[in-house]
């Protein structure tokens, strides 16, 4: 989850523009033999159309670029539609680079981004088309009244009616959306005893037991518990004590009204549990500074008994650790009640994907990337997409596409790997989850942690989808709420005891409804409510 930060200062943004003019004119990833824009064309496609390179971008540090092109999926996708990709990364906060590109109106052709204030944004400043006139403008319909749910599209739809992205990872129940889990190292659990977890003191009594078991890894000693930033944890945990928080916001039901996370005292009872965690030594101090790659890099060197984050985030380090013991690997164990009786929540899923597909106005030919998506949202493409080639990677089988025999395996073994050389799940960019191979071939111990996962969360799509116009009062109040909560919440778990935590606490919320808590809340809830009647 991300956070909307405080417009950038001076320096910032001279530093930023000018990794933003370095990157629109570098190559970092273009397909072999690709043109540098799509001003210049290639061979024709199946259709008998020229082929046009598109300048894209993920707006996210930790995306590599797809270089296009290097497999089959890729290649069969330009033949379908005269279209190709060529991915720019980006360096720092996407965010921040995205407002640096519109205010310099240097932004990509098309851009994946997040769907708060910085996509309303390029909105209010005209930077973007809207999907639904460009489907309608160039006969691209079944985008809207086939390829995407209709709860989707209702979802994402602006107070304007119109649809401006196109959602990246959609489903209509939460299919494969959440992984949020309490990972525990099989082997270090079976040796201290399996025991029962069901509450959060439990689980507190668990880690003390790692730790005065003085367990090691590269010689060092390992922390019972582990996992990467604050501000997001403690909105996760917090729902072990049975709120049902999303996206930063939760829905009081007495109240009738949309609130800020933090106004919940399940907050305050994550807090002080942190501090519990903190003051005892249990917590890894690196929690608060880690970054992505230092993370996955001290997970696969075992550093940590119990892991909290999305499962599938451990794959790689389970099968690396592994490698030097079988049985040392992560499952997912149920969430445990941070209050005896209370049924513990998990992460809420979206329906509506978490970040969405724009086409900008700087697109040299917005009907053929129009013809990308379209085809790449029909079944056809969504098919190929997941599984490959049909004879190569995947067979139908009673009029269901299903993965050929060894195939999962070699997934499971390097899925990055394989997709690079099959095409299998190499884009994963705007996708369908009905059409998600997981749910017919995915190992058991795997399905066993999704459905754990699956048994504690809940449906927040409604609530991930508000957004404030950054412009207004309401959002450049959010935006720096949001921009020192990371340090607010760290400051109060480094405590000395938990009356301090309570004490900062209080504090906080007083100095937030100062910034303008209680007018941004008056927003959500009447957007809410728009949505909701």
């Known amino acids: 989850m991300s956070w909307v930060k405080k417009s950038p200062k001076f320096l910032i943004i001279l530093s930023l523009a000018m990794a933003v003019s370095a990157c629109s004119g570098s190559n970092s990833s273009s397909p072999s033999g690709a043109a540098s ?88 400043a005209g930077a973007l088309y809207s999907i639904d006139e460009l489907a309608e403008k160039y006969g691209f319909t079944e985008i809207l009244n086939s390829y995407i749910p209709q709860s989707a599209i209702n979802a994402l739809k602006k107070p304007d009616g119109h649809l401006y992205g196109i959602p990246n990872w959609f489903n209509e129940k939460g299919e494969f959306a959440v992984g949020g889990a309490f990972n525990i190292r099989n082997d270090i659990y079976s ?44 909105e996760r945990l917090a729902n072990l004590w049975g709120s049902q928080n999303m996206s930063g916001r939760y829905y009081d039901e007495k109240e009738g009204k949309v609130k800020f996370y933090l106004r919940n005292e399940t ?31 001290a997970a696969a060197k075992g550093k940590f008994a119990i892991i909290l984050a999305n499962f599938w985030d451990l794959w790689k380090a389970s099968e690396t650790l592994k490698l030097s013991n079988p049985d040392a690997y992560y499952k997912a164990i149920p969430h445990p009640a941070g209050t005896s009786g209370v049924e513990p929540n998990g992460d809420g899923y979206n329906t509506a994907g978490w970040n969405v ?32 080639i049909e004879g190569e990677t995947w067979e139908m089988v009673d009029g269901n596409p299903m993965l050929k025999p060894g195939v999962y395996d070699e997934i499971r073994k390097d899925a990055e790997g394989y997709g690079k050389k099959t095409g299998v799940r190499y884009l994963d960019l705007n996708q369908y989850q009905k059409y998600n191979w997981e749910r017919d071939v995915e190992s058991e111990d795997r399905k066993a942690d999704r459905a754990i996962i699956d048994s504690v969360n809940f449906d927040g799509t409604q609530l991930s989808i508000l957004t404030l116009d950054g412009e207004s ?47 941004i809340e008056d927003a959500w809830t009447a957007m809410y409510k728009e949505k909701n009647p």
Request: hydrophobic share 35%; no cysteine; charged share 25%.
């Open 267 to 297: 907050a305050l009872s994550a807090l002080k549990w942190l501090n519990t965690l903190y003051k005892e030594k249990l917590l890894d101090p690196e929690n608060f500074t880690y970054k992505s790659e230092q993370f996955d890099e």
């Open 191 to 234: 040796q201290l005893g399996s025991p029962e977890i069901k509450t959060i003191d439990e689980f507190t009594d668990f880690l003390r037991k790692v730790k005065e078991s003085k367990l090691t890894y590269d010689g060092k000693a390992m922390y019972p518990i582990g996992f990467q930033g604050i501000t997001g944890n403690v």
């Open 37 to 124: 824009n799509s001003s210049e064309n290639s061979a024709p496609s199946e259709s008998g159309n020229e082929v046009v390179t598109v300048q894209a971008s993920w707006m996210y540090e930790w995306w590599k670029p797809k270089e296009w092109g290097i497999e089959p999926v890729t290649k069969k996708l330009t033949e379908k539609t005269g279209v190709q990709f060529q991915f720019n990364g980006i360096s720092g906060d996407g965010n921040e680079k995205a407002s640096v590109m519109l205010l310099a109106k240097d932004y990509p052709e098309v851009m994946w981004m997040d769907r708060g204030p910085i996509l309303d944004k390029y909105i209010a």
């Open 473 to 519: 009062k309401e959002g450049i109040a959010y935006a720096n709420i949001n921009a020192s909560m990371e340090n607010e919440l760290t400051k109060i778990i480094m405590s000395a005891n938990e009356s301090e935590v309570e004490s900062k606490y209080n504090d906080l919320i007083k100095r937030l409804e100062k910034q303008g808590l209680n007018s």
């Open 357 to 388: 597909a724009v086409i900008t106005k700087n697109a040299k030919d917005p009907e053929k990337i129009m013809r990308f998506f379209n085809y790449y949202l029909s079944p056809e493409g969504q098919i190929l997409s997941f599984y490959g």
